[in-house]
């Protein structure tokens, strides 16, 4: 979160340099370069932080059985499923039928995570591309430069656009989220939360009898009022940084 | 028999080290030479090969007899004295002939060219990189911008260490999603369609779905859990 919102504010910061809110929020992070050297920082923690997620899922898959492990219920990767599920909360919508029973992962949940997991190498490549643009050269033609430049600020607005408006929505402010989905912090979801939301998920741990293995504590009062501070702060930080990028975009004069 | 996975071994480690050692090799094009392409250098080590690319030729001093394939002007193919708008791309002075050519500034007539990194970031002037009077065409032979020479005498000047590779960064490029891009740099032009397409559509898709979420959920009444799951995790 701290880096998703670093490379937002420096990135933004730069793209808006232009205008009057872009030089002020650039002054924060000391001028045009220094807040690109944070942001190549930053972006590099980033890129760890990618590769010891993946080195983790490697070490999360079942290797005796991978095909059950990679495609089963627990797993992030989309299925048939999904698309049944989808089609039923389009009628749930409607008061057209019954809710769908979601188990471990719900469809949005899934495309969340994997819109971050191809975006993150995309930023990754295009920006490590414009880090060395020398080295670049000498590999790729040098007009690939201006195709990654394209590439990482389109990307860059998706990715803030999603998770600004629709992953804040749907993860956290949504009626049965509200005020704050606790699991990225806590660690754990509440037992009565997941029967709500995924009664299938809750049910195959119970005929398993692994639901009591799985059961954690509940996260202490005090870790609960730094989180919820924490969380509010990146969330109107984030909210400043989208209504401000939409009301000065048509100011920011590039191609 | 017994010795064949070994030798298998052996080669893949050999493959291996082959393919490491290819990233450790020197660039292909070394920096701040002419080169006889803008592609790739004069067959690498300019052994000759008995012919030359037409701009090794030096040009003589005069108008260029250009000729576009289809393109008329009344009864004779367009031509320098036949056309009303010359080509320009290979004249000393580009601006040769130009009415009131003093008096003019660059953006007067190319407002496209300042909107690019260059200029509105790196506050670069046009005279930065294009030179005094006269301006030589683009593919003047003996223009510090042609292509055989810019990375060494333009873009070096910032960029140490520039090849020819790196000059063909497009520097005044077109507005990605123009009708002129699709022209001229379609892959630009392909890309930010894509990505707005997929932009637009993502949010298309999952901003009304967010609302009716919430919608929809504000008419459900929560379940009464037993109350021992309430703080159970």
């Not at chain 1, 627990?74 to 698309?83: E, Q, R």
């Not at chain 2, 028999?1 to 052996?10: C, D, G, S």
């Not at chain 2, 893949?12 to 592609?39: F, K, M, N, R, Y």
């Amino acid at each position: 979160m701290i880096t998703f919102l670093l490379q937002t504010a420096t990135g933004f910061s730069r793209l808006y340099i232009t205008t009057a809110w872009g030089k002020k929020i650039n002054s924060v992070f000391g001028g045009y370069d220094t807040s690109l050297l944070i942001h190549k920082w930053v972006g590099v923690v980033m890129m760890v932080g990618f590769v010891i997620h993946t080195v983790y899922l490697l070490t999360r898959i079942n290797w005796r059985t991978p095909m059950k492990s990679i495609f089963g219920e627990d797993s992030l990767v989309p299925n048939l499923a999904d698309l049944k599920q989808f089609g039923q909360r389009i009628l749930w919508f409607f008061g057209l039928g019954s809710h769908p029973r979601f188990s471990r992962w719900t469809y949005w949940e899934k495309f969340d995570y994997w819109a971050v997991y191809w975006g993150l190498p995309l930023l990754a490549i295009t920006g490590v591309m414009m880090m060395y643009p020398l080295v670049t050269s000498r590999f790729l033609p040098g007009w690939s430069l201006n195709i990654a430049a394209l590439l990482h600020r389109a990307e860059a607005i998706l990715a803030v656009t999603y998770i600004f408006i629709v992953h804040f929505f749907i993860g956290h402010l949504r009626p049965s989220s509200f005020p704050m989905n606790e699991a990225m912090f806590s660690g754990s979801v509440p037992l009565k939360e997941a029967i709500e939301e995924k009664p299938a998920w809750v049910e195959s741990l119970q005929n398993t009898g692994r639901l009591n293995e799985v059961s954690a504590a509940a996260p202490v009062l005090w870790y609960r009022v730094v989180y919820f501070v924490f969380g509010y702060a990146a969330l109107i930080f984030g909210v400043y940084l989208l209504i401000n990028g939409i009301m000065y975009a048509r100011q920011v004069s590039l191609h | 028999m017994a010795r064949a996975p070994a030798v298998l071994r052996i080669l893949v480690i050999l493959t291996a080290l082959a393919a490491g050692g290819i990233l450790l090799l020197p660039p292909s094009a070394s920096a701040q030479e002419e080169v006889a392409s803008a592609i790739r250098r004069y067959k690498d080590r300019e052994t000759s090969t008995g012919y030359y690319e037409e701009h090794e030729v030096r040009p003589r001093r005069q108008r260029p007899f250009v000729e576009i394939p289809g393109v008329q002007v009344g009864l004779f193919p367009y031509s320098p004295s036949a056309a009303q708008v010359r080509n320009r791309s290979r004249l000393a002075d580009s601006h040769m002939g130009i009415a009131f050519y003093t008096d003019k500034t660059c953006v007067a007539c190319h407002p496209e060219q300042a909107k690019d990194i260059h200029t509105v970031r790196g506050n670069l002037t046009c005279r930065q990189c294009h030179g005094g009077e006269p301006i030589a065409s683009i593919q003047y032979f003996h223009s510090p911008m042609n292509p055989i020479r810019k990375h060494a005498y333009v873009c070096a000047k910032c960029h140490e260490g520039s090849s020819a590779s790196f000059a063909s960064y497009i520097i005044h490029e077109p507005a990605p999603g123009s009708v002129a891009a699709r022209k001229s740099f379609p892959t630009l032009y392909l890309v930010y369609w894509f990505m707005t397409v997929l932009l637009v559509g993502t949010l298309a898709f999952f901003i009304p779905h967010s609302f009716l979420t919430g919608v929809r959920e504000l008419f459900t009444r929560k379940k009464e859990a037993k109350n021992d799951a309430d703080t159970t995790h």
